[in-house]
């Protein structure tokens, strides 16, 4: 069956360092790949949608400069946090969608900033 | 543009209880319609989705959801909550030809024993 993996599941970081995660589609390619950043007590906002053969596209209030997204297959894609502040922290879900109409949700990863 | 509204944070219901979860949408076109439920400390899991058709359809764990165009709902049921069900649930909609999806602020489920 079609899987999303996330990793690492939790990571800490020091306050102005940076931070990169990653997703990888198992069993099926993934066309495209979103990124949300659910932040504490909150819902999931979309940090940006890449897909195959196009340039990423960042939501408004996330740029490209500060969560860098790398999807150089059909299958794996991953997100950096650069110099990640307090507001940063939250849960990090990747939704990789197949070339129907299924999208597939890892389990997150859980970023906490010190 | 699409939206999502949740328009309840908190529902508190007794085990054994019917439930509604409400989810009104805003979209110049019928979206794909999700409910999703995220457990403590966990992501997302899909409950259940709409495309087209059959405007009730059935979910996981006896849930199952209603798509209303008149009144742009996907109102989530279950005939008898269990404790367990007690997590945050999130109403979602994709346009159709898109790829983004947009979640509601989500709904607290609380089942009192």
């Known amino acids: 069956g079609a899987l999303v993996y996330q990793y690492p599941r939790r990571t800490i970081c020091k306050s102005g360092t940076s931070m990169r995660m990653e997703c990888q589609a198992v069993?099926?390619?993934?066309?495209?790949v979103a990124w949300y950043r659910q932040s504490p007590q909150k819902t999931f906002e979309l940090i940006a949608l890449?897909?195959?053969?196009?340039?990423?596209?960042?939501e408004q209030n996330f740029t490209q400069e500060k969560f860098p997204i790398s999807h150089p297959n059909l299958s794996f894609s991953s997100m950096t946090v650069l110099n990640a502040y307090l507001e940063d922290r939250g849960l990090y879900l990747c939704?990789?969608?197949?070339?129907?109409?299924?999208?597939?949700f890892g389990p997150g990863t859980r970023l906490t900033v010190l | 543009a699409q939206s999502v509204t949740q328009p309840d944070a908190r529902v508190t219901v007794s085990e054994g209880a019917s439930l509604q979860l409400r989810c009104k949408y805003s979209?110049?076109?019928?979206?794909?319609l999700f409910w999703y439920v995220q457990y403590p400390r966990q992501g997302l899991q899909l409950l259940l989705k709409?495309?087209?058709?059959?405007?009730v359809v059935q979910g996981v764990n006896g849930f199952e959801a209603e798509f209303s165009k008149s009144n742009s709902s996907f109102h989530l049921r279950k005939a008898s909550v269990h404790w367990s069900d007690s997590a945050v649930y999130f109403c979602?909609?994709?346009?159709?030809?898109?790829?983004?999806?947009?979640f509601g602020d989500g709904t607290q489920l609380v089942v009192k024993p």
């Open positions: 939704g990789a969608r197949t070339g129907g109409n299924e999208q597939y």
């Open positions: 709409y495309y087209s058709g059959d405007p």
């Open positions: 890449s897909t195959v053969n196009s340039a990423i596209k960042y």
């Open positions: 979209s110049s076109v019928t979206p794909y």
């Open positions: 069993g099926f390619q993934a066309t495209s």
């Open positions: 979602a909609v994709r346009r159709n030809n898109n790829n983004r999806i947009f």
